[in-house]
Structure formats: C-alpha cells, structure tokens
C-alpha cells in the first residue's frame, strides 16, 4: 500500500485529501507543520507528499531543501498545494524539488486527475 504525507496547517485540508486518498487506497498521514512532515519522512517511508505552500515553521524552499538533505529519507513524490497562481512561486517550488502542483481549494476530480498524472493512482 502506498503511504502519502499530507502537510497541511488546515485541519479541514487534511481531512479533505484524506477522504480522496483513502477512496484510492493510500495510507495517509498528517503533519501541520514543517518540523513534524520532516520527522515524519524520516521515520517512515512516503511514496508522496502534499505540501501546502504556506507550511509552518520553514518555507517551501527550506522544506524541499530539508527533505533533500536529510539522512534516511527516500525521495518521495511532491505535490506543491497553493491557493496562489503565481507562476514564479510555482517555479521556486520546481527548483526546489516538487514534482508537480495543485489549485487548492481542490474537489475530487482535480485532486484525483493530479494524482494520476503523477502516477500515484491509476
């Protein structure tokens, strides 16, 4: 079973992505900041994360940063959440190491069409 990592402060967020997730068969757990996704990742593998862009405690850039240097980790898959079109945040968060993005708020279609685009569900 496939473990995803949903990095979110918004309790209602969470639970959203849970919902879809879950439908789809992948375990899900849940961090509302930076320093608790980052433990997580180091703790268990994850084969993906839904990163929100305005995550608590560091940046988008010093997260992946983090991510990408820390011991033990494997690399997962990054989905960059944002509530923003701002195609130079977007790309900062490309640089950075995510993978690909998503509009939030999301509703199942769009959730479900981005993750199977990243093939994380088919």
């Given at each position: 079973?496939?473990?995803?990592?949903?990095?979110?402060?918004?309790?209602?967020?969470?639970?959203?992505?849970?919902?879809?997730l879950?439908?789809?068969?992948?375990?899900?757990?849940?961090?509302?900041?930076?320093?608790?996704?980052?433990?997580?990742?180091?703790?268990?593998?994850?084969?993906?994360?839904?990163?929100?862009?305005?995550?608590?405690?560091?940046?988008?850039?010093?997260?992946?940063?983090?991510?990408?240097?820390?011991?033990?980790?494997?690399?997962?898959?990054?989905?960059?959440?944002?509530?923003e079109?701002?195609?130079?945040?977007?790309?900062?968060?490309?640089?950075?190491?995510?993978?690909?993005?998503?509009?939030?708020?999301?509703?199942?279609?769009?959730?479900?069409?981005t993750?199977?685009?990243?093939?994380?569900?088919?």
């Amino acid at each position: 079973m496939k473990r995803c990592l949903v990095a979110d402060p918004s309790e209602i967020i969470r639970k959203i992505a849970r919902h879809y997730l879950e439908k789809l068969e992948i375990e899900v757990v849940e961090a509302d900041a930076a320093d608790s996704a980052l433990a997580l990742c180091q703790e268990m593998p994850v084969d993906a994360i839904i990163l929100d862009w305005r995550l608590p405690g560091k940046t988008t850039v010093e997260f992946l940063s983090a991510l990408r240097f820390a011991s033990g980790a494997q690399r997962p898959l990054v989905i960059y959440a944002t509530t923003e079109n701002d195609p130079a945040d977007i790309s900062r968060a490309f640089t950075a190491g995510a993978d690909t993005y998503m509009m939030k708020p999301f509703d199942g279609a769009s959730f479900l069409e981005t993750l199977s685009n990243a093939g994380l569900a088919h």
